[in-house]
């Protein structure tokens, strides 16, 4: 998911259109996106698994409204390899925890080497050039 939404991304900033005023506006966002939705698979995994019976996640709130936001909660630590503490995988669910701590490593850095390319085809878009008269004066 995430290779095809850069892959939009960068056909959309070669293609633009005048109507695009900012850019990268539009690829900050679209990759915060990307990112929260990764999250939220992973949340869904991590509650199937729950419900399963296949581990637990310790101090989380169990059933209620709550249930959901608490492994949301803890998806969006894990991906972003915070790790607070508060609420602790027991069980199986363990290694989807470790697996999207690593996912989120890589894909977090992806994107930020994406942004950077980025960037720097935007705004050498947008810089003067030197001319050759301006070129020859320098020597």
Same mark, same amino acid.
């Given at each position: 998911?995430? !290779?095809?939404?850069?892959?939009?991304?960068?056909?959309?900033?070669?293609?633009? &259109?005048? +109507?695009?005023?900012?850019? @990268?506006?539009?690829? /900050?966002?679209? =990759?915060?996106?990307?990112? @929260?939705?990764?999250? %939220?698979?992973?949340? =869904? /995994?991590?509650?199937? =698994?729950?419900?399963?019976?296949?581990?637990?996640?310790?101090?989380?709130?169990?059933?209620?409204? *709550?249930? !959901?936001?608490?492994?949301?909660?803890?998806?969006?630590?894990?991906?972003?390899? /915070?790790?607070?503490?508060? =609420?602790?995988?027991?069980?199986?669910?363990?290694?989807?925890? *470790?697996?999207?701590? /690593?996912?989120?490593?890589? @894909?977090?850095?992806?994107?930020?080497?994406?942004?950077?390319?980025?960037? &720097?085809? %935007?705004?050498?878009?947008? %810089?003067?050039?030197?001319?050759?008269? &301006?070129?020859? +004066?320098?020597?």
């Amino acid at each position: 998911m995430h !290779f095809f939404g850069l892959r939009w991304l960068a056909w959309l900033v070669q293609h633009r &259109e005048p +109507k695009v005023r900012r850019p @990268l506006l539009v690829v /900050l966002f679209t =990759i915060f996106t990307l990112h @929260l939705v990764e999250v %939220l698979l992973f949340a =869904i /995994l991590l509650a199937l =698994i729950e419900a399963g019976g296949f581990g637990r996640l310790m101090g989380a709130t169990y059933g209620g409204a *709550g249930w !959901f936001v608490d492994h949301f909660y803890f998806s969006i630590a894990s991906y972003t390899t /915070l790790g607070l503490g508060d =609420i602790v995988p027991h069980g199986a669910i363990r290694m989807v925890a *470790g697996l999207e701590a /690593l996912a989120g490593l890589v @894909l977090v850095t992806w994107s930020a080497s994406f942004t950077y390319l980025m960037m &720097e085809r %935007l705004w050498s878009d947008r %810089l003067p050039t030197k001319t050759e008269t &301006e070129m020859e +004066k320098e020597d």
